[in-house]
């Protein structure tokens, strides 16, 4: 049983850098057929994909292409963990983010967190 | 970039009966899911590849379809099934994923 915890803070100021971490118990985050992933929920945009990172012999990332030039997804082998960091964050950008588990659909997601935007 | 429409937007039924949800996409994919929300939780996954059941989903939940049309069918109601319910698919290229705007199944 994969389990997900998020971490980060709940507030970020406009022009400046969201920044989420994901700890994974249960798996690691360099397993050959482990993708990891991140979503947001916000009442304007519904569900939306972000991005995931995955390990297949090497490193692979793919970013959705509405946050493609913000964002970066990186995986941290030492704490088994995967982070996000959504630079220059608007308004538009509040949303409960999800980081979640999957290759093809979500098997396991974190508890969310509610991140808004405000100076 | 798949586009994937759900409706109805709302559904208003009573325990027991039968719900039947839709979900339209604008390409054919071979991965469809289908998730359940409630307030304040993440998704759950209930189908996976259009009509297989995750683990742990009961009987009564199924799904259905292929190409671009795909339904979901709960057929009996419970009082834990009144939940907002969204469809997913993966698009090969570019790799991505994408949600429908949801259904949500409201006590009549």
């Known amino acids: 049983q994969v389990q997900l915890q998020q971490s980060g803070p709940g507030l970020v100021k406009p022009s400046q850098t969201l920044s989420l971490t994901c700890a994974i118990s249960?798996?690691?985050?360099?397993?050959?057929?482990?993708?990891w992933n991140w979503i947001r929920q916000s009442p304007s945009r519904g569900l939306e994909w972000l991005g995931r990172?995955?390990?297949?012999?090497?490193?692979?990332?793919d970013y959705a292409l509405s946050v493609k030039s913000r964002i970066t997804i990186n995986a941290d082998t030492s704490k088994n963990q995967f982070s996000l960091q959504l630079n220059s964050v608007t308004p538009e950008d509040a949303a409960v983010y999800y980081c979640?588990?999957?290759?093809?659909?979500?098997?396991?997601w974190g508890q969310g967190t509610l991140v808004t935007v405000s100076s | 970039e798949i586009v994937l429409t759900q409706s109805p937007a709302t559904l208003s039924l009573s325990p027991g009966e039968r719900a039947t949800l839709s979900c339209r996409a604008s390409?054919?994919?071979?991965?469809l899911a289908w998730y359940q929300q409630k307030p304040g939780q993440a998704p759950r996954l209930l189908i996976y590849?259009?009509?297989n059941r995750a683990t742990g989903i009961p009987a009564r939940f199924s799904g259905s379809g292929s190409g671009t049309d795909f339904t979901l069918t709960i057929s009996s109601l419970e009082p834990e099934d009144f939940a907002v319910y969204y469809c997913?698919?993966?698009?090969?290229?570019?790799?991505?994923?994408?949600f429908g705007q949801g259904t949500k199944v409201e006590i009549k």
């Open positions: 390409q054919s994919s071979s991965y």
């Open positions: 997913q698919q993966r698009d090969s290229w570019p790799p991505t994923w994408t």
């Open positions: 990172t995955y390990f297949r012999s090497k490193w692979y990332n």
């Open positions: 590849d259009a009509s």
């Open positions: 979640a588990s999957g290759s093809h659909y979500v098997s396991y």
């Open positions: 249960g798996d690691s985050v360099s397993s050959n057929s482990a993708t």
